[in-house]
């Protein structure tokens, strides 16, 4: 059965962190780039972070040096580490293969950042 299963998010205050976690089908993790997304309201879902099969990862501009993101092979797992928040970090999250060639998405995790 496919699955992406978000959690974690939440409340946080500006420069505040949270962690998310993704739990993905074997079909959707094994073999495959993962990557995290997010979709702020108003606005088109956009790719935020990468983590290779190699375990290296990629960041796009406006998060790099503040998120990680990482994955458990053992268990179908990839997180996202989110440290120095923004208001502008706020947006439902999605977890996916990088790309997301299946155009499948779970129900992602709402992130609010505010005072």
């Known amino acids: 059965q496919v699955h992406l299963v978000e959690s974690g998010g939440g409340l946080v205050q500006p420069a505040g962190s949270l962690r998310l976690s993704c739990a993905a089908s074997?079909?959707?993790?094994?073999?495959?780039?993962m990557g995290w997304y997010r979709q702020a309201p108003g606005k088109a879902r956009v790719w935020i972070a990468t983590?290779?099969?190699?375990?290296?990862?990629n960041y796009a501009a406006e998060v790099k040096g503040r998120f990680t993101i990482s994955r458990d092979n053992d268990n179908n797992m990839v997180y996202l580490q989110m440290n120095s928040l923004e208001p502008e970090d706020t947006a439902v999250y999605y977890c996916?293969?990088?790309?997301?060639?299946?155009?499948?998405w779970g129900q992602g995790t709402q992130v609010t950042v505010s005072s």
């Open positions: 074997e079909d959707l993790f094994v073999g495959k780039d």
């Open positions: 996916n293969t990088s790309p997301p060639w299946a155009k499948y």
């Open positions: 983590v290779f099969l190699s375990g290296e990862t």
